[in-house]
């Protein structure tokens, strides 16, 4: 079960062991089943490892609070993330979310039940928690607050089972002669660029096969409701999964590509292999000998790990935000004296947090710095506002640093500061940047376009890939003159702004209002006239029904939508709403994680029902593209069609499938590891007759 900010008491015993393929500094990262990394990596002297030292506090275990509060919220439904957002008033009348309440340290929700706990280190805090708790009202009820101990919130979140299982650790390996030993440590490379070890062709390979495992999992999501409804003798299973599911070819063995719903294609390659990437975003923290640090945590802070490694030998990390990583961890280390140091991620204390290096093709830069002033004892707004102006001063008159070539010019735009008083890793969105020096915004080429790129703007990682990327949009979805794009979840715009010259006109709809205005702005610039923006949810029912409009009012009907969904996927009403919009029959699903892909793949193929009313689409085209080099992750792109309508079995109401729900578990939405079985798949979807015989073994 989830679990929110935790307390980190006492120094690990051993080493913790990494998940392989674990890109913990990477926005895109995703949860889908990681690329093996079996090789013998030849390790780098020089690069700094997971050793653990008597007395660091660098790689820790997460000791258990003793203080918890037992909270019945009447709310089946949300997790701890979710209700941990909630906000109450504090008595002098200011509203905090519930993760900012004075001395919590952690969350824990059991997602089956209503019962919530919340961990303090101090009864104090515990006890003036109560009536801030008891504020939340859910279906009527207040919540209901009571003390209760760490053994009675561990058994009911399973984390006494956990504790008390006697596995060998998972960081430890049997020798030839039987004795456990400990796995060797990775190295930070290791674990925020772990496919750097191969070579460019080796990395393209090791993600094809897992492009070919996320289109064997996505036939396995589709058949399960397929093959129910023809045991139930409603319909046929459509001809595009009958290919998918057939008995292997010696072929299909060979290349590992049986039960695939779409044909495989090689992973299209990255223009630039090497410092790609224009957002780099740096913690501060400790590394393993105490040193203030400011680079890439070793691991996740969920497992325990907290210790920060300098990251000047990461491959994807860009020159010049090298440049001004070392020049900021000369900043820390001159006010040392002073007593300002790191956040401690244990303790919650220290005042420099993160670090960013946001930067453009033309070497625009713009910094984003993050504190807590609060740390500071005697700390006042006066003092506060005379360190920033002693950062910008820093900055703006730093001299060289070996990792910038003296003849490649740059230019500092922009630096913005952000005062985070909170306890958990990340900030509320909502927490504004302070502009401190410099303009608002700097400007990325794209396509031959420019967009403005603000602190929050989501913006592709790889600006040379991020064009291959919509080009190779625009193919796939076959953009004419005559074509109505639907740019759902559109962000700043790229994708459809981009695209405008192409179509007839775009339509977007995002649900940040910061992404929106930066979307029109965008349009503006480049003189777009034929884009228009929503900023609303695309669930909601006002985008539904301006999107019916405008694909009603669009008399060419060469309807595109296209849907680059953040990593909880698309919304099960919006599902529904485009299962029955029959005026769109095409889609592309663009997604950096696939396990969203898979999980929507059942909305999309299942049959025809009470809740999904309309014909089914069906993948036809999928295509895998590089947007991150030297780790395990990839985007898709999946082009969706409205299907055939299939033969129905008998004439009957159509009745909602049985099935494990309406949505899937955790567990179908892992990669499978191995083909679909076909005799598996046979005996499932065969309806025994008097004149039908056995399916073949």
Known sequence: FGIAAMDCKEPMEGVVEQTDGANVNDETDTNVAPISNDANIPKDADATTLEVKPNVQAVTTFHLPDFVIKVDTN???????????????????????????????????????????????????????????????????????????????????????????????????????????????????????????????????????????????????????????????????????????????????????????????????????????????????????????????????????????????????????????????????????RGIRCYDKCNHSGFWRRFVVRETRDRQVMLMIQFKSESLADCTPEKTQAMVEEMVQWFTTAGPTEYLDPAQQHSLKSIYVQDYPGISNAAPPNLPYSLVYGNEYILESLLGLKFRIRPTSFFQINTPANEQLINLIRQMGGISKDTLVLDLCCGTGTIGISLAPYCAKVLGVDMVEDAISDARDNAKLNGVENATYICDKIESVMVTKELEHAVAQFDKGNVLAICDPPRCGLHIKFLQWLRRTSSIQRMLYVSCDQNSLIRDTLGLAKPASNQYVGTPFRPVEAKALDLFPHTDCCEVVCLWERDVAPTPLVQAPVAEVAESGPEQTDADTQVCRETIPATAVAACTAVPTESTAAPEP
Request: glycine share 6%; with cysteine; net charge positive.
């Open 75 to 337: 709310d089946f439904y949300n997790s701890h993330s979710a209700l941990k957002k909630k906000s109450v008033n504090l008595p002098d009348g200011k509203q905090i979310p519930l993760s900012d309440i004075p001395g919590v340290v952690r969350f824990g929700k059991n997602p089956k039940a209503n019962t919530m706990f919340v961990y303090f280190t101090k009864e104090e805090d515990m006890r003036n928690a109560i009536p801030l708790l008891e504020q939340r009202v859910c279906r009527g009820k207040n919540w209901q607050c009571s003390a209760s101990s760490s053994n009675e919130a561990n058994k009911s979140l399973g984390l006494d089972k956990r504790a008390n299982e006697k596995k060998r650790p998972r960081g430890d390996v049997v020798d030839a002669e039987g004795e456990r030993r400990a796995k060797k440590a990775k190295t930070l490379e290791e674990t925020v660029t772990n496919l750097a070890h191969l070579t460019y062709d080796q990395q393209l390979e090791a993600k094809k096969g897992h492009f070919i495992k996320v289109l064997k999992q996505m036939t396995q999501t589709a058949i399960k409701p397929w093959a129910e409804a023809r045991r139930l003798k409603r319909t046929e299973i459509p001809e595009w999964l009958q290919v998918a599911t057939k008995p292997a070819s010696d072929a299909d063995r060979r290349e590992k590509t049986a039960n695939v719903c779409c044909e495989v294609t090689p992973v299209i390659a990255s223009p630039q292999i090497d410092g790609y990437r224009n957002n780099s975003s740096f913690t501060c923290g400790y590394d393993l000998e105490g040193h203030d640090t400011v680079g890439f945590m070793h691991g996740l802070y969920k497992e325990g790990i907290v210790g920060v490694g300098r990251m000047y030998h990461t491959k994807h990390v860009s020159a010049l935000a090298k440049h001004y990583c070392s020049t900021f961890q000369t900043l820390i280390d001159s006010w040392l004296p």
